[in-house]
T-cell receptor, first 115, second 116 residues
């Protein structure tokens, strides 16, 4: 099976712009989670989607949003970018949403730089 | 809410030796899962090992094993016969029950250096 894929791998944006990141989960996985990784804050949970519904959300401002499509692919959007949004954004998929304990398989990440 | 603490920012080990990485956690849930992930310089997060809280037996995966002390809320990772390819950042994480759908809470990580 192909692993989790994320596009693009690298992005450079300027303050005030918006950005959309994409994540394709492992085939058959219906749960997709997003994380932000920064040197200062470490790995922080953004949100999780299952069957096109957001089931869980971390403590991030409303500028961070996401969605999931019927094929389980997910996108996250960050509007009005700030310098502090520069980070590695990781997507992870899991095989079943009924059991939240399943291990998550991570994509390679998207490196976002905000200038 | 869950918290995970890794008290060792950096560790080093000689090739072929054994090293133990520490992790403590806190959760009010009675049912939860614990994980160790490895993140090499490529930044790809790789699952190393997983432990179900309801299982008393410590999980093992080849050279990797855990020491799970539920009462002490401790979950350490032992790497035996260390190899150069084990060099990476290691993260301890917990996924609790309740409404923690798809949410892993991570520790701050431990950088492991392996010396030849």
């Amino acid at each position: 099976k192909a692993g989790v894929t994320q596009t693009p791998r690298y992005l450079i944006k300027t303050r005030g712009q918006q950005v959309t990141l994409s994540c394709s989960p492992i085939s058959g996985h219906r749960s997709v989670s997003w994380y932000q990784q920064t040197p200062g804050q470490g790995l922080q949970f953004l949100f999780e989607y299952f069957s096109e519904t957001q089931r869980n959300k971390g403590n991030f401002p409303g500028r961070f949003s996401g969605r999931q499509f019927s094929n389980s692919r997910s996108e996250m959007n960050v509007s009005t970018l700030e310098l502090g949004d520069s980070a590695l954004y990781l997507c992870a998929s899991s095989s079943t949403g009924q059991n939240s304990y399943n291990e998550q398989f991570f994509g390679p990440g998207t490196r976002l730089t905000v200038l | 809410a869950q918290t995970v603490t890794q008290s060792q920012p950096e560790m080093s080990v000689q090739e072929a030796e054994t090293v133990t990485l520490s992790c403590t956690y806190d959760t009010s849930e009675s049912d939860y899962y614990l994980f160790w992930y490895k993140q090499p310089p490529s930044r790809q997060m790789i699952l190393v090992i997983r432990q179900e809280a309801y299982k008393q037996q410590n999980a093992t995966e080849n050279r990797f094993s855990v020491n799970f002390q539920k009462a002490a809320k401790s979950f350490s990772l032992k790497i035996s016969d260390s190899q150069l390819g084990d060099a990476a950042m290691y993260f301890c994480a917990v996924n609790a029950g309740g409404t923690s759908y798809g949410k892993l809470t991570f520790g701050q990580g431990t950088i492991l250096t392996v010396h030849p």
